[in-house]
């Protein structure tokens, strides 16, 4: 090993697992390290520091252990501005260009750590006018100065909190076998003490919500004043009218689960009808759609974005069918949002994932434990995966809540 570099790591690293995970990065990298300083907290509340030698075989090598390591929150001590380069065409970026993780970051910029405002994972780092924004591809323009390289950037990892809580770091394991009563009550906990301290709530949902009969509980919690933002597709809000004008689902009455004649035609009626009215909030206030989802969040003052997909029937007016545009409207959404309840959907589930930061509470409720894996694998380690049927986990968290209320 002939190249070195040092490194240092501090904060709350040794019960948050942090240096463990630095240290087996650096061996599976096939590299070595060398302890130089090791400070270790002695209460509950001190942090611990520790400074690295680390070795590789040669510059190429070592650039890529450290390029892993900083992901991990590592830092090189000698603090030094970053460098920008300017893109030369819009959406392309400059050769060599740092790309954000979902933490907390800060870049050096003329002498000072500034903070990178809306971050989220994969996207640029363009300064302006000594601010620092984190931006996706599709919005970088000619002439922005992008970050590139890892010199002069700060990434701060989630550590453990200092009290126990449903988020607790490092719980996004998945299991069908937890017990899902005691966390449908502790998620009620949490919705009602964002509600009180005014924060925000977004909820993903997919057309299972309405399929298995659920739509009717999250109307409820809608209407409670639970729900801040509401992001789905086409297909939750056509056939929550679609069970609105019709009682069924896919053709299916809801009460009875039988498929009704000609009721594979209901939900194209119900675009329609939607079409007429001019869209879903015109239909609502015309009192053609007089419950469901979409009625609670139109009455309640709910923003909420329907992004489109290629098997999109109709769609209904609302949708926004531009891909990019639909992000975009998205990330708007979900700015300053404190908790995130996805529900049955894998799609819009990991997409509205890679929009959040690693401090957001997520919940990822999905009867497949693959939906929940590929939310965590996919960067966003911070969710709580409850492997379970959301025409289930709705109706229980509706009357959770309502206990709470009474108490």
Known sequence: MRTIREVELQGHIIDSLTLTRVLDK??????????????????????????LAVKGRDEAHLDAIMSDLH????????????????????KAVPKGFYSTTNHPTFVHHR??????????????????????????????????????GQRGVRVVPPERPRTRSLFEF??????????????IRQIAVEMVHAKVQGKKIAVV???????????????????????????????????????DLYGTSLGLDIKTAELV??????????????????????????????????????VNNVPFVLAGSIRDDGPLPEVITDTMAAQDAMRELLKDADLVLMMATMLHSIAVGNMLPSYVKTICVDINPATVTKLIDRGTAQAIGIVTDVGTFLPALAAELDTIDVE
Not at 224 to 238: E, I, Q, S, T
Request: charged fraction near 25%; aromatic fraction near 4%.
């Open 170 to 183: 490092m719980g996004g394991a998945v299991s069908s076998e937890r017990p899902s009563a005691t966390l």
């Open 205 to 243: 949902a997919g057309p299972a919500v309405s399929h298995t009969g659920a739509a009717e509980a999250l109307a409820s919690i809608i209407r409670r004043g639970y729900v801040d933002a509401l992001l789905a597709g086409n297909a939750l809000a056509v056939h929550d009218i679609e069970r």
């Open 26 to 51: 650096i061996m599976d990298l096939d590299g070595e390290f060398e302890i130089i300083t090791f400070t270790i907290g002695e209460h509950k509340s001190d942090p611990s520091y520790v400074r």
């Open 71 to 90: 992901r991990l929150g590592a830092q090189v001590p000698e603090i030094e501005d970053v460098r920008l380069g300017a893109a030369d065409k819009d």
């Open 261 to 298: 004649s000609e009721g594979h035609k209901h939900h194209l009626y119900a675009i329609s009808e939607v079409i007429r009215a001019g869209s879903i909030t015109a239909a609502v206030r015309q009192g053609l759609v007089k419950s469901g989802v979409m009625y609670e969040s139109v």
């Open 111 to 148: 002498g000072a750590w500034i903070p990178v405002e809306d971050i989220e994972m994969d996207c640029t780092i363009v300064v302006r006018d000594d601010r620092a924004r984190c931006t996706p591809l599709h919005q970088v323009v000619k002439g922005d100065q992008i970050v590139v």
